[in-house]
Structure formats: C-alpha cells, structure tokens
C-alpha cells in the first residue's frame, strides 16, 4: 500500500514522525537538537520536504550541519569527500 505523503511537497511534524518511525514528541526533540533538516515556514505551520526527508534518510540521518553541507557540495556537483579507514581524504 503506498503513501500519499510521498505525494505531497510538505508535510507536518507528525507526518514527519511517522516517515521515520519515531514519535511526534522525539521528532521535535531531534528538531531542537539539530539532528533533522531544517524545515520550511508557511504561515505559522512549521513544515519539512518530503522529498529532502526521503534523501535524508537514504543518506542516513546525518545531523543537521553535515546534512546541509553534504547537500550544498551536491548541488555544486562535486562528490563529497569521505575518510577512509587509514583517515585519508578521498
């Protein structure tokens, strides 16, 4: 059975929550913490992309910080760099 919330451009907190399988409550605790992107204002409602949700957890929920600059270094076209085990850029 497939989502209509994958459908929609925004969707709220709960919705949020539910696409990542937490709790409303916890979904603003990560908010608070700077752990989920950061969401869009419309009106007084406080809403997130379903679409940057979906690559966000694809991309494996990094914090907020790294997940801005992971998405600012793809729109630029470069690849990002990643740490090998010996601790080089590559």
């Given at each position: 059975m497939k989502s209509d919330v994958a459908d929609r451009l925004l969707i709220d907190s709960t919705e949020a929550a539910r696409m990542c399988g937490i709790s409303?409550?916890?979904w603003w605790?990560?908010?608070s913490a700077g752990k989920v992107p950061v969401p869009v204002r419309?009106?007084?409602r406080t809403l997130w992309r379903s679409d940057e949700l979906c690559r966000w957890t694809a991309g494996g929920c990094p914090p907020r910080e790294r997940w801005l600059a992971q998405e600012a270094t793809e729109k630029r076209?470069?690849?990002?760099?990643v740490k090998n085990s010996a601790g080089n850029t590559t």
């Open positions: 409303r409550t916890m605790s990560l908010h419309l009106g007084r076209g470069h690849r990002p760099s």
